[in-house]
């Protein structure tokens, strides 16, 4: 059976299909890293997940404040 996957930003790491979320733990593992201040930015095509990163990377961090 085909399955349509919903073009749509993700609203967290829950619903991430295509796999994001190895990209968006070495994203937060470098921020977590570095010393302010600084500057990340996600450049690709259209549909490429340029808006779910960053909303996968905010709802880990606010997991990980509750694991703290």
Request: with cysteine.
């Amino acid at each position: 059976m085909m399955r349509f996957i919903p073009d749509e930003p993700l609203a967290d790491d829950q619903q991430d299909l295509l796999g994001f979320r190895d990209f968006v733990d070495l994203i937060f593992s470098a921020v977590q890293n570095t010393d302010p201040p600084f500057v990340y930015g996600v450049l690709g095509d259209w549909g490429t997940g340029k808006t779910s990163i960053p909303r996968c990377l905010t709802h880990f961090r606010r997991q990980s404040q509750h694991i703290r």
